[in-house]
């Protein structure tokens, strides 16, 4: 069974850099894209951004100026920092695994975009 | 990007029907057939229940079923159950840009 676990500090203070870590156990995360994800307080899902295994990454374009995604330190980790915070930015945090292509029941190769596996979310707080 | 629009609040008794709407745009819903839901409960990680718009993953209950109609998908929990209250979630790829949109999620009460 996939796992992924976010950690990191719950506390950043404004105008600092949110640092965040996915660690992937359970399976691979070869061929695979793997997504950062957020929800403010009392608000919907936002997207953030993603990496692939082999490094490319792709930002929501409201973000984009201020996120950076990398492979982590670990080969299953990847990590997620968003600079110059704001209390907007205070928000829970997911990881979760994308699937871009599968085999269905007859074998036959699909494409899609869906997320299969998430992590349970860190709260992130920006206050001083 | 623009969340994909849900009802707050659906409720149903046990062994009815209920359906969620996930209204969008034709810049993603009603461009792709990718069309996911998702359950969540308090504390939990999102769980899968349905992609590209009508799939179900191995061992989810085949009371869930999932449509698309234009710019708007549905989820649709037949044969209620007590174990299904929880809080659900669409989410539609909205292209290259976007990359994905949300819904505003649903609370589904069993009564």
């Known amino acids: 069974q996939v796992q992924l676990q976010e950690s990191g500090p719950g506390l950043v203070r404004p105008s600092e850099t949110l640092s965040l870590t996915c660690t992937v156990s359970?399976?691979?995360?070869?061929?695979?894209?793997l997504s950062w994800i957020r929800q403010p307080p009392g608000k919907g899902l936002e997207w953030i951004g993603n990496?692939?295994?082999?490094?490319?990454?792709n930002y929501s374009p409201s973000l984009m100026s201020r996120v950076t995604i990398s492979a982590g330190t670990s080969k299953n980790q990847f990590s997620l920092k968003l600079s110059s915070v704001s209390a907007a930015d205070t928000a829970l945090y997911f990881c979760?695994?994308?699937?871009?292509?599968?085999?269905?029941?007859?074998?036959?190769?699909?494409?899609?975009?869906?997320?299969?596996?998430w992590g349970q979310g860190a709260l992130v707080t920006v206050s001083s | 990007q623009s969340a994909l629009t849900q009802p707050r609040s659906v409720s149903g008794s046990p062994g009815q029907s209920v359906t969620i709407s996930c209204t969008g745009t034709s810049r993603d819903v009603g461009a792709y057939n990718y069309v996911s839901w998702f359950q969540q409960l308090p504390g939990k990680a999102p769980k899968l229940m349905i992609y590209d718009v009508n799939k179900r993953p191995s061992g989810v209950p085949d009371r869930f079923s999932g449509s698309k109609s234009g710019n708007t998908a549905s989820l649709t929990i037949s044969g209620l159950q007590a174990e299904d209250e929880a809080e659900y979630f669409c989410c539609s790829y909205a292209g290259s840009y976007t990359f994905y949109v949300f819904g505003t999620a649903t609370q589904v009460t069993v009564l």
């Open positions: 979760a695994r994308e699937v871009r292509d599968y085999y269905d029941s007859r074998g036959r190769g699909q494409f899609s975009y869906f997320f299969d596996y």
């Open positions: 359970g399976g691979s995360i070869t061929n695979h894209y």
């Open positions: 990496i692939y295994y082999t490094g490319d990454t």
